[in-house]
């Protein structure tokens, strides 16, 4: 098809690029595959094949501001902006328009770098989405939420920071949708203050006072459904499980965190306390329960837990759901990706596409059978 001078094709699968165009900021994309509209604005009369689908809008959909902060100087910069303000889209116009920029993604119930449930950051250049970026360093999270677990995600920014901000080259510093409320906005300065932006780009105005806040407009964004969401996660764990295999790990060669296997046995007390109860461990700070089948445990009583063993965790499953849990890999503080936990009862058997890795993380995410569940944690 021909597509006009000064208007922009939205496509969706594969495309084919004849004339001067612009891919999200880049002019050396002439041939790509995407499973979500990608905004292909023609400065000529444009010849372009595209098996999928197509839509052709007059003019640009990049706005002006999104063209002024490219030409401006700036080292760093940190994207704030509510669940689909266009943060991963304006990120990968700059890095592209900027002829390439270090990308670290904060998002860890969209992550794109790393996988859900994980931070990350990588290198992007020429790419029409955030998620072709090759993760150089991460860090495994477990949640696909920050909220709950804000310490442990603001450790993961200071230790990823620590490294990237030694590397030349632009930054660009993608976060969360999570900004309604004070303990959104504490932890939205936390992390500024942790990697000290030259610029706060808000997608929501004019937002802390006392720091370089510059304007953007959302453009053009569609709008994803929890479904979408779900599917886009999905997608995130079946990328670094592609080439998996299924294999025993000796357990002497690897730290499990937390080792719910270890620590004292406590399941005589909890099978009295709250019955069907298969195992129980008191570990360092947590509790794990395995329950012979799945029920919920009454608010009263895991208080009274919490303060009687003095932890701050309890993880609670059952034997049904003891497997196919999602795990971070570590080769010390590389972060490789995410594994999948087969078993630990016994034998640790652990599906992976990695083999050298001396730390597993344990989170509170399962995937099975391409669905994602979640374990309980209170």
């Known amino acids: 098809m021909i597509v006009p001078k000064n208007c922009t094709a939205l496509v969706k699968g594969r495309v084919s690029i004849e004339g001067e165009a612009e891919v999200i900021g880049s002019r050396r994309i002439k041939h790509f595959e995407c499973e979500k509209f990608v905004p292909v604005y023609c400065m000529e009369e444009t010849k372009m094949e595209i098996y ?4 052709i809008l007059e003019g640009s959909t990049i706005p002006e501001s999104w063209k002024r902060l490219a030409e401006m100087n700036w080292e760093t910069i940190f994207l704030y902006g509510d669940v689909d303000s266009g943060k991963s889209t304006l990120a990968t116009y700059l890095a592209n328009k900027l002829g390439g920029a270090y990308v670290l993604d904060l998002d860890i119930g969209q992550a794109e770098v790393a996988h859900a449930g994980a931070m990350g950051y990588g290198f992007a250049k020429d790419v029409t989405s955030i998620s072709q970026v090759e993760m150089i360093n991460g860090f495994f999270v477990g949640s696909i939420t920050p909220q709950g677990k804000e310490v442990r995600c603001l450790r993961g920014v200071a230790r990823l920071w620590k490294e990237l901000k030694k590397l030349e080259g632009r930054k660009i510093v993608n976060t969360t949708g999570w900004v309604k409320g004070k303990k959104a906005r504490d932890y939205k300065l936390a ?26 407009e959302k453009g053009f964004v569609l709008k994803r459904d929890k479904t979408e969401r779900f599917r886009a996660r999905c997608d995130s764990y079946r990328k670094f499980l592609k080439n998996a295999k299924t294999f025993e790990v000796d357990k002497s060669s690897v730290k499990l965190i937390p080792d719910i ?8 007390f909890f099978n009295a306390v709250i019955g069907n109860v298969s195992f129980a461990r008191l570990g360092n700070g947590f509790i794990a329960i395995c329950l012979k089948e799945r029920a919920e445990i009454d608010a009263r009583i895991i208080r009274e837990i919490k303060d009687l063993y003095e932890v701050d965790e309890i993880f609670v499953f059952s ?29 640790l058997l652990i599906e992976s596409a990695f083999a050298d890795f001396d730390v597993i993380e344990i989170g509170e995410i399962r995937f099975e059978d391409g669905k994602e569940f979640f374990i309980k944690k209170y």
Not at 52 to 55: D, H, M, N, R, T
Not at 261 to 268: E, F, H, P
């Open 261 to 268: 296997m270890g620590g004292k046995d406590v399941s005589q």
């Open 52 to 55: 999928g689908e197509c839509k």
């Open 319 to 347: 034997e049904g759901e003891f497997k196919n849990i999602v795990a971070g890999l570590y080769k010390g503080r590389k972060y490789l990706g995410m594994g999948l936990l087969k078993s630990l009862n016994g034998k």
């Open 191 to 216: 992390k500024i203050e942790i990697i000290e932006p030259d610029l706060i780009v808000s997608f929501e105005g004019k937002v802390f006072e006392g720091y370089n806040v510059y304007e953007v």
